[in-house]
T-cell receptor
Framework: NAGVTQTPKFQVLKTGQSMTLQCAQDMNHEYMSWYRQDPGMGLRLIHY???????DQGEVPNGYNVSRSTTEDFPLRLLSAAPSQTSVYFCASSGQNYEQYFGPGTRLTVT | AQSVAQPEDQVNVAEGNPLTVKCTYS??????LFWYVQYPNRGLQFLLKYITGDNLVKGSYGFEAEFNKSQTSFHLKKPSALVSDSALYFC???????????FGTGTRLQVFP
């Protein structure tokens, strides 16, 4: 099993550009989520999904969109990047035991 | 709204001494509680969880945590710290009504030789 994979590992965007962070898992987990990690702020939940076709907002959803068309994939879209979205982004998934498996992260810089 | 507090930004302990990393929570209903560890430039790894049952739960790498309902706490402990335990530790709570998993701000554990 590859576990949870994220692409890209690093990305630099200019203000106003859009992009999609990819996340995939091969463990057949129903629950998937996106977090951002900022110094002193811990991990903050952006969006999450309890299954294909179902998504919901977390603590900091503004400026981000998600969709869940399959069990495996949970992409995160930045519609118009802002410097405040400079962060490290983690995708995670969990099964019925509630233990989250995290991807390696995407380091995003918005200039 | 559910929340988790980790009151210490950093905990320093000498190798071989016991360690405690503190966590308190606020959630309506029964909490599902977790500890995760993050090593430098890595994603988070699961350490242990409390769902129900015995208040003392044991996890990976010799860590354990004690669930205390009256004090709404879930402190992480280890009897004898290792230098390799130095990392960032996160407490998290899952609201079983909304399925949101909310993390604390993290505590950096530094174990000195």
């Amino acid at each position: 099993n590859a576990g949870v994979t994220q692409t890209p590992k690093f990305q630099v965007l200019k203000t106003g550009q859009s992009m999609t962070l990819q996340c995939a898992q091969d463990m057949n987990h129903e629950y998937m989520s996106w977090y951002r990690q900022d110094p002193g702020m811990g991990l903050r939940l952006i969006h999450y999904s309890v299954g294909a076709g179902i998504t919901d907002q977390g603590e900091v959803p503004n400026g981000y969109n998600v969709s869940r068309s399959t069990t495996e994939d949970f992409p995160l879209r930045l519609l118009s990047a802002a410097p405040s979205q400079t962060s490290v982004y983690f995708c995670a998934s969990s099964g019925q035991n509630y233990e989250q498996y995290f991807g390696p992260g995407t380091r995003l810089t918005v200039t | 709204a559910q929340s988790v507090a980790q009151p210490e930004d950093q905990v320093n302990v000498a190798e071989g001494n016991p360690l405690t990393v503190k966590c308190t929570y606020s959630v309506s209903g029964n909490p599902y509680l977790f500890w995760y560890v993050q090593y430098p430039n890595r994603g988070l790894q699961f350490l242990l969880k409390y769902i129900t049952g015995d208040n003392l739960v044991k996890g990976s790498y010799g860590f354990e945590a004690e669930f205390n309902k009256s004090q709404t706490s879930f402190h992480l402990k280890k009897p004898s710290a290792l230098v390799s335990d130095s990392a960032l530790y996160f407490c998290a709570v899952r609201d079983i009504n909304t399925d949101k998993l909310i993390f604390g701000t993290g505590t950096r554990l530094q174990v000195f030789p």
